[in-house]
């Protein structure tokens, strides 16, 4: 099979999937620092994610804007069909 380089930003997506296997909400200052980049990255990154139906983003209003992330069962099905996806990479 041909080996072809992904994007940064891919990779982050596969991370954030797996952060969130667990399936309970996380936040994205949680997750940043978990997988060591930015927050603001971190969300845009969901937001994609969220496009393709692979995670939920709950937003609560409260003082400001609170975010909450969590995988859905399209985004879990992906991790469970592809196991070992991230040592691929």
């Avoid at 969901?46 to 995670?55: A, S």
């Avoid at 400001?64 to 991790?79: A, P």
Wanted: glycine share 6%.
């Amino acid at each position: 099979m041909e080996k072809f380089g992904y994007l940064v930003s891919d990779i982050l997506k596969l991370k954030i999937l797996n952060k969130l296997q667990d399936k309970k909400f996380h936040t994205p200052s949680e997750l940043s620092i978990k997988l060591n980049t930015n927050g603001t990255t971190l969300l845009r990154n969901c937001k994609f994610l969220k496009l393709l139906k692979l995670i939920e983003i709950d937003v609560k209003k409260t003082k400001g804007i609170n975010y909450f992330l969590k995988i859905t069962e399209k985004g879990s099905e992906i991790l469970e069909n592809n196991p070992g996806i991230l040592q691929t990479l």
